[in-house]
């Protein structure tokens, strides 16, 4: 899903991307910074992975994902459920599972 999404990404998004370091935004900044501009913008979302609306976030994968079977894979992602430390497993109606490997896309395609 990567390539598909990942072209259509703006390039000044440097969070979670393949082949973009922290160091790249800086050089970006200096560039910027070099040719008058005063402004930087550096935001981080509270919460994010959090509260990713499950509806919303699949609406944008199936309209550019047209293999149906991973669509199911990543509703079944987001859907697995969160095991509690009394070993009770609750249901997950939004966000995404932090520190799984396919969250930061998929929180990138929600942005």
């Given at each position: 899903?990567?390539?598909?999404?990942?072209?259509?990404?703006?390039?000044?998004?440097?969070?979670?991307?393949?082949?973009?370091?922290?160091?790249?935004?800086?050089?970006?900044?200096?560039?910027?910074?070099?040719?008058?501009?005063v402004w930087v913008l550096e935001a981080?979302?509270?919460?994010?992975?959090?509260?990713?609306?499950?509806?919303?976030?699949?609406?944008?994968?199936?309209?550019?994902?047209?293999?149906?079977?991973?669509?199911?894979?990543?509703?079944?992602?987001?859907?697995?459920?969160?095991?509690?430390?009394?070993?009770?497993?609750?249901?997950?109606?939004?966000?995404?599972?932090?520190?799984?490997?396919?969250?930061?896309?998929?929180?990138?395609?929600?942005?």
């Amino acid at each position: 899903m990567e390539p598909i999404f990942e072209a259509d990404f703006k390039p000044c998004s440097y969070g979670f991307r393949p082949r973009r370091r922290p160091h790249d935004a800086i050089a970006e900044i200096y560039q910027f910074t070099s040719r008058g501009h005063v402004w930087v913008l550096e935001a981080d979302i509270e919460a994010c992975f959090d509260n990713i609306d499950h509806p919303a976030l699949l609406a944008r994968v199936q309209d550019r994902v047209g293999d149906k079977r991973v669509v199911r894979l990543v509703k079944a992602f987001l859907k697995a459920g969160i095991l509690s430390e009394d070993l009770v497993i609750m249901d997950t109606n939004a966000g995404t599972p932090q520190g799984g490997s396919l969250s930061p896309l998929l929180a990138n395609i929600a942005l």
